[in-house]
């Protein structure tokens, strides 16, 4: 039978495609050169395309890069940009990974993804919520872009890892969206649950420790190891419909690790969503 999961599973194919915009940041500009930074990592020889999940990138799963989209500070512009892309892929059939970019740029992304596929399971890793109801007066700010999703409802359930810069606001916003919080200070890979699909995922990169993910416009302390985020994301097992990376602000990277790791979690999240295996709205 065409339709059956065999057929699908060789159909699955993962498009890359970067986000080169940072007009959204709060503090300080930078992540829009991120995109070019992880690329240009994960197609250097100084690595290989092998996943600890086994298969390697392009080789073993169909992987595909669609280049930068073309944003222009309009954010309103670039939101319709992103979404039609995305809705895009959907229609193919394919699952969408985006390289930020400032945070910002995960509304677009978790809009269409919910669009296609119905509301989405959220697993966010961050050292902050990004739940303000607007951050100096940006409704669009990187600090908010989780508040947008939940209002809209797009997201059935939001799990947030890393968390470690929780002020009353968030918290308050936390309560008013039943947002799940995994607060670093009680953090272990076993608190984290399982998410059924459709699951999305969002990586902002400063959820690990500054000395793992020193290129990010606010390192925090005390955040996750590599090896932490990895654990949390193999235990997923449910089917991915999309997923991005995020805030790597090349400018204030050291000795380009930070670009070294977001190209690991291309490949790691690219094996993982081949892994799960395509979303199918009938059963
Ligand atoms: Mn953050
Ligand atoms: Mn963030």
């Known amino acids: 039978m065409h339709r059956g999961s065999d057929y699908k599973r060789r159909m699955l194919a993962i498009r ?25 990592a994960l197609r250097s020889e100084r690595g290989n395309m092998a996943s600890e999940l086994g ?45 930020g970019g400032d945070h910002a740029v995960t509304f677009p992304l978790v809009e269409a993804a919910a669009t296609c596929s119905g509301p989405v399971n959220i697993l966010h890793f961050d050292a902050h919520p990004d739940l303000y109801d607007d951050f100096a007066g940006n409704p669009r700010s990187h600090a908010s872009p989780f508040a947008r999703i939940c209002e809209a409802g797009h997201a059935r359930r939001l799990v947030q890892v890393g968390i470690r810069t929780l002020n009353a606001h968030c918290r308050e916003q936390a309560s008013r969206f039943g947002v799940e919080i995994i ?5 272990t890979a076993d608190r984290v649950p399982v998410l059924d699909g459709p699951l999305y995922i ?33 235990k ?10 995020v805030e790597l ?26 892994r799960n295996g395509p979303y199918s709205v009938d059963p």
């Open 183 to 187: 607060p670093m200070a009680d953090f």
């Open 236 to 245: 997923q097992t449910a089917p991915i419909v999309g997923a991005d990376i």
């Open 16 to 40: 890359l495609f970067g986000l080169p915009t940072d007009v959204n940041s709060s503090f300080e500009r930078g992540a829009a050169a991120g995109p070019a930074a992880i690329r240009a």
């Open 202 to 234: 969002s990586i902002d990169l400063d959820g690990l420790d500054p000395s793992a993910a020193p290129g990010v416009a606010h390192p925090e302390p005390g955040g996750l190891t590599v090896r932490e985020m990895l654990a949390v994301l193999r």
């Open 249 to 274: 602000h090349p400018g204030r990277d050291i000795g380009g690790v930070t670009a070294i790791l977001g190209a690991k979690l291309v490949r790691e999240l690219a094996a993982l969503i081949d």
């Open 55 to 99: 298969p390697e990138i392009g080789t073993d799963i169909a992987f595909t890069d669609d280049g930068d989209l073309p944003l222009t500070e309009d954010t309103a512009r670039d939101d319709a940009t992103i979404r039609r892309h995305v809705a895009m892929l959907c229609e193919d059939g394919d699952v969408p990974l985006a390289l």
